[in-house]
């Protein structure tokens, strides 16, 4: 049996011992040394009267009271109190007042004092949970010290002092091996609160750990003079990272690799000896590119800004080193850039023009009536399509060497009725198809798009309005461990699946189901769209 008015001081020193051992505010501790207490007087009392519990947090002192409602009539004398009742407690109550009735000390039951300590440890294992989610959740994208605590099927237990991170396997470097007991660092890159208390989840693979382990290397990054730009990782075999200086004193690359290579080499035998690429970052894409692909020697950048596509050129003798071990060296660009990278040789670079020059050739050969001379001379010039010629200035066309304005009118008026007359077989071939004409009203619809969209059952406003984005441009899944490329309508049109999107939008317009102003809803929605 536990009086619990036997020692006011004894329940301080408890509550104080408890707040330092698990890091939480005394307040808490005591709180739940309440709530337990007043559980247990209920044992006594009934479960359902009101008992508030309240210890001074100065002197220690106990004061237990009933709480009664004042009503009118009284139906649950657990819980009521007459009014009369009540003004021999307070000469000023009221009906809807609360009386507190001060109850005498008593002795905990065995039982009692049991479920009293199962209150204050799960009061304190929450305030505990609670102030490590609070402590934690601020330090994502920090780096953190601790000790292997236990390894579980692969997954590490980390013992972080105020706290316990888990590092899953897949976090872990390749072929790395820890031991219970091991000193580790590693990033926090998420915190979530669970029924079972925060997780704190760590990783060494993650491309900030290796950023933040340069900030603790590199002072001038730490100090903000020398900025990380990107970083892109293999872990455990090779690393790529982009860094600019704002002080045009400081080399940034010389700055991360330190006197003799020290500062490189610590994050180095951290990561448990990968390579790391240092690359100047540049505002320039371009030059940017050619600097991720080092050590390869680049000829030759064509840029397709649209698509954020780019074609470099590198000699035969540096495709492999450009392409690297399976794909390494240029995959990694591509993630530190962003952009998609296709690597080719001057001798394939050199064929492809050829082929390209020769198409063309043929090109305006067969769609214009020339003979091959003249034909090589307008691709040569840079034109690419009828369009073109139709549609630019005689006096452009007069400028080319060895013709005059009378050669251009001709090649213009040519270029014009070799349209009309594509222009015709599309419009047949629509027509043989059933596409309607009020698809042709649809803005960024062209006959070439019409003739698709009839081959694919596309034949009204309607049609296309109920269309997903990927029914235009297609879509890929993986299936059996295989990725599936699934063919859209207008493959073969280079259209983006913003474009694709917009025009669906156009259509939508058009058959009435928004109004234009209407802010764009996801593409792929149709069905919500049509509701």
Sequence with gaps: MVAVSANRLELLQIADAVAREKSIDRSIVIAAMEDAIAKAARSRYGQETDIHADINAKTGELRLARHLLVVDEVENTATEITLDGARRHNPAAQVGDTIAD?????????????????????KVREAERDRQYDEYKDRIGDVVNGLVKRVEYGNVVVDLGRGEGILRRDELLPRETVKTGDRIRAYVYDVRREPRGPQIFLSRTHPQFMAKLFAQEVPEIYDGIVEIKAV???????????????????????????????????????????????IPWNPDIATFIVNALAPAEVVKV???EDRERIEVVVPDAQLSLAIGRR?????LATQLTGWDIDIMTEQEESERRQKEFAERTKMFSEALDLDEMMGQLLTSEGFTSVEEIAYVSIAELASIEGFDEDT???????????????EAALDARRTELGVEDDLKSVPG???????????????????????????????????????????GALDGFELSREDAEALVMQARVAAGWIEADEPAADGDDAAAAEA
């Design 327 to 331: 794909g390494q060296n240029v995959r």
């Design 408 to 422: 251009a009118t001709e090649l213009q008026d040519r270029a014009l009725k070799h349209l009309a007359e594509v």
């Design 445 to 487: 619809v062209t006959s070439k798009m019409l003739v698709a969209f009839g081959e694919n059952d596309i034949k009204n406003v309607e049609d296309l309005a109920g269309c997903a984005t990927d029914d235009l441009v297609g879509w890929t899944e993986r299936k059996d461990g295989e990725t599936i490329r699934h063919a």
């Design 232 to 278: 892109a990782r293999d872990p455990g075999s090779r690393a790529k990272i982009a860094v600019i200086s704002r002080d045009q004193s400081v080399d940034p690359v010389g700055a991360c690799v330190g006197m003799r290579g020290s500062r490189v080499q610590a994050v180095v035998n951290e990561l448990q000896g990968e390579k790391i690429d240092i």
């Design 302 to 304: 064509v840029l397709d």
């Design 102 to 122: 001060t109850l005498p000390p008593f002795d905990f039951g065995r039982i009692a004092a049991q479920s009293a300590k199962q209150v204050i440890v799960q």
